[in-house]
């Protein structure tokens, strides 16, 4: 039988947070993760039409580590490492390889739920709210690493509904922000900004960061596009970020630009329609 890659993830992400959590490995749970590299493997066969290059790659960066992280546990559980101590490395290294897994699982499960189903996005979301939280948990993080990090919105209009799901919209700011945070430099600033514009709420991530040069500008939103800036970037990601943001922001009816001068830094603007009533 043929399992959804997005089951699979699943299915490691819980294995591996467990042998994380509790520092033990085992037979089974290897026997298991080795079975998901070989099912990912036959998932990602690309049996549907423009799937296989996409899924692929997909596939690949997920079952690299995942056969690392079988082989450390291995090497512990077989009694390969015989001090204790080295041991007990041997599962932290194998557990912080995992801990990098969670967010490109997140991701590209992210991405299988953008199937083009909107009965989900049926939530009546402040999107006040939703970047005011994005702030506030960012802030101190930002301002750590000699950033600074500013919202601002008009005190007349404080609510700016709109119909969708409150996760994937966090998500989107959360997202831009730190997308301004990789491309900044120490002593920048980010500014965040919701406003009203007609019939649009409006959001804005302003960064005073490296900027993108000209002929990566119109390709930012693209699927698994890494421009200059980002293969500089040893944070730079592997493309999904902004690909999501603009899956997202568009399943929700509204529009994604960016602005930037390279240099002087960027402006990721979100309108998305408000929500009457």
Known sequence: MKHEPWELVKRAQEILHQAGEECVCNTGMMGELARITDDLENALSGDEPGAG???????HELKSPIAAIVTLLHAVEAGYVKNPVNSMRMVGRARKRAEELVPLINDIMLLGNLSGDTSQLDEKVSMLAVCRSVHE??????????ICFEFSFPEDEPFFPVLGRESFLRRVVQNLCVNAFKYNRRGGCIYLRVFG??????????????????EDLPHVFAFLYRGRQAKRNPDGGLGLGLSMVRQI????GGTITAESEEGKGTIMTVRLPFCAG
Do not use: K, N
Request: glycine letters at 12%.
């Open 249 to 252: 922001v568009e399943v929700h």
């Open 137 to 146: 948990l960012m802030e101190l993080m930002f301002q750590e690493e000699g």
């Open 197 to 214: 514009e007609g019939s649009s709420v409006v959001v804005e991530v302003e960064d005073t960061g490296m900027g993108i040069p000209a």
């Open 53 to 59: 290059e996409v899924l692929s790659i997909l596939g």
